[in-house]
């Protein structure tokens, strides 16, 4: 790794990643917006309405680590560093600039003058108390599992931020700092030791992204108004008011979209809806390349025979995890549920990245990909666990897509097929289903994944590592061991193998299962234009650059 002790700007250090093909992270569809159903106006020249059904979990970054909450949060708070429309490389947002000027430290200049909405002034200050205020809260749902390799931040003035690392040579922390974990908050608004409630937040203004928050009635209607202090490279919105408008049922939001009473959609539309919106004259889909997963999770704690289950046995509940594993039939979910708009999935890795290794198809079912039901009842047989064995299945459709519900239908009908295991299934609305499952409360459960910056690592250290994200309770020593190597890792051929090393370790061990990954799309009209996406690392949704023609 080069060493650089002047001035020069960052430049990313790891060139030329591939392009996940498959990868769906997000729908969106835009229209025209003439009128709201009750009749009042909804749009104008001047104003945009985005209508979703992703709901919100929490405004304050510490907080909350998903799309719903995301959405609002990318366009209120700022990062030291982003990535411009159409890149995936990281470059001075509310900074001037990044060095390395040691091997385990990492130099940032902020810009001179920088406010937030209310009139506070921005300083380094403000930086060292957003990262150590993630670290120390370390919400559970929130994003600070992302800082494993930050030891501690420095602001020596009110423009510099001096961040040391656990470990030398992290290539990847340039990338830490445009993700949500980088958000920067005022110290003066925040509590340094707890989530601050949304009302709040919202009531002290402390916006230093290109929009503020005008007013808030939680996951019902959102209003936005440019934020006249940023000075990002985001610049300044087209469109200088939207409004997020939130939708219970994915069909009334498309009925909206074909009526144009919206000029937006942002998560989550159907295949079907996607079809159908494709027929209308007026209405062109795009398909793209993104990075979303979606998978099972085992919690190890309750799962059947986990850590915490009375009849607790390690050899019986690997057993069940890995049978789980022979008896899905990928294949078939794409085809049937998505209509091969998603492809099957054999690592947490999406196919495309750079080290990624389908370790699930050599491992499980017929070895090729697809499944086996002789398998699966071997591997219970071998460790005496009595069949069929009840599965507590979870799932969402508020914030997967109602296509979830026929999704974890055709997974429970594959398991129970098998004669092997007796399948509970249920579905929580999103805002309870973080609470819910970081509390061991469901024993198997369904996630998704979007990448916070492109590379294998950011589908690794968040499912498997210390204090993970997922909080499943898996810990593996040796896992975590080449997570950290990897992390570190200069030689681009020996960090492949450590990544393979690691997938492959954690597939022997399931605690959780890839299931599929998919297409991006998106649906613009021609009454709207601009960039709708951002389309980078993290195919974040921004409507800064759209406005009506």
Request: with cysteine.
């Amino acid at each position: 790794m080069a060493f650089h002790t002047g001035p020069a700007p960052y430049r990313p250090l790891r060139p030329g990643l591939g392009a996940i093909s498959l990868g769906t992270a997000f729908l969106v569809a835009l229209t025209g917006c003439t009128s709201s159903k009750d009749g009042s106006t909804a749009s104008s020249a001047t104003a945009l309405t985005v209508g979703t059904t992703d709901q919100v979990t929490s405004l304050d970054p510490a907080g909350a680590w998903d799309a719903g909450s995301g959405t609002v949060e990318s366009e209120v708070y700022a990062t030291l560093l982003s990535q411009k429309n159409g890149s995936a490389a990281v470059s001075p947002d509310l900074a001037t600039g990044i060095r390395l000027t040691g091997p385990k430290e990492y130099t940032v200049t902020l810009q001179k003058g920088l406010k937030f909405a209310n009139g506070h002034e921005l300083t380094a200050s403000d930086v060292k108390f957003s990262f150590d205020r993630d670290l120390k809260i370390a919400d559970e749902n929130g994003p600070s599992s992302l800082l494993y390799n930050l030891a501690s931040v420095a602001a020596p003035d009110p423009t510099t931020v001096v961040f040391t690392l656990k470990s030398a040579n992290d290539t990847l922390f340039p990338q830490v700092l445009s993700t949500a974990a980088g958000y920067v908050v005022d110290e003066q608004v925040f509590p340094a030791d707890k989530i601050l409630d949304d009302r709040s937040i919202v009531a002290a203004k402390p916006w230093n992204g290109p929009y503020g928050v005008k007013s808030y009635d939680k996951n019902s209607l959102v209003s936005f108004t440019a934020n006249a202090e940023y000075k990002g490279q985001l610049g300044t919105p087209k469109t200088k008011n939207v409004q997020l408008k939130y939708y219970t049922d994915a069909g009334n939001l498309k009925l909206d979209v074909q009526q144009g009473t919206i000029d937006a959609v942002y998560r989550t539309l159907t295949t079907t809806d996607l079809d159908d919106l494709a027929k209308q004259k007026d209405i062109k889909v795009h398909t793209g390349s993104g990075n979303g997963i979606r998978y099972i999770v085992f919690d190890l704690a309750s799962q059947p025979y986990g850590t915490k289950a009375k009849n607790a046995d390690a050899k019986k509940a690997l057993a069940v995890r890995q049978a789980v594993a022979d008896s899905v039939d990928r294949s078939q979910l794409a085809q049937q549920v998505y209509k091969n708009t998603y492809q099957p999935l054999y690592s947490s890795v999406p196919d495309g990245l750079t080290g990624a290794t389908p370790s699930f198809k050599s491992l499980y079912g017929d070895k090729k990909g697809g499944p086996d039901k002789a398998a699966a009842a071997a591997r219970l047989k071998a460790a005496q666990v009595s069949t069929p064995v009840t599965l507590n299945l979870q799932y969402n459709s508020d914030h997967y897509g109602s296509s979830s519900a026929d999704e974890y239908a055709l997974i429970k009908s594959q398991l129970e097929a098998t004669g092997l295991f007796k399948v509970n299934l249920q579905s929580t609305e999103w805002t309870q289903y973080g609470k819910d499952r970081v509390k061991h409360l469901y024993p198997l459960y369904q996630l998704g994944w979007y990448a916070d910056y492109l590379d294998a690592d950011n589908y690794l250290s968040p499912f498997y590592s210390a204090n993970s994200w997922v909080a499943n309770g898996y810990d593996d020593s040796a896992v975590r061991a080449l997570i950290q190597k990897e992390e570190t890792q200069t030689d681009a051929t020996k960090r492949t193998e450590l990544l393979k090393q690691a997938q492959d370790r954690a597939a022997a061990q399931v605690p959780l299962l890839p299931l599929l990954q998919g297409s991006t799309a998106i649906v613009t009209r021609t009454d709207v234009s601009g960039v709708p996406v951002e389309l980078d690392a993290t195919y974040q949704f921004r409507w800064a650059g759209l406005s009506k023609k």
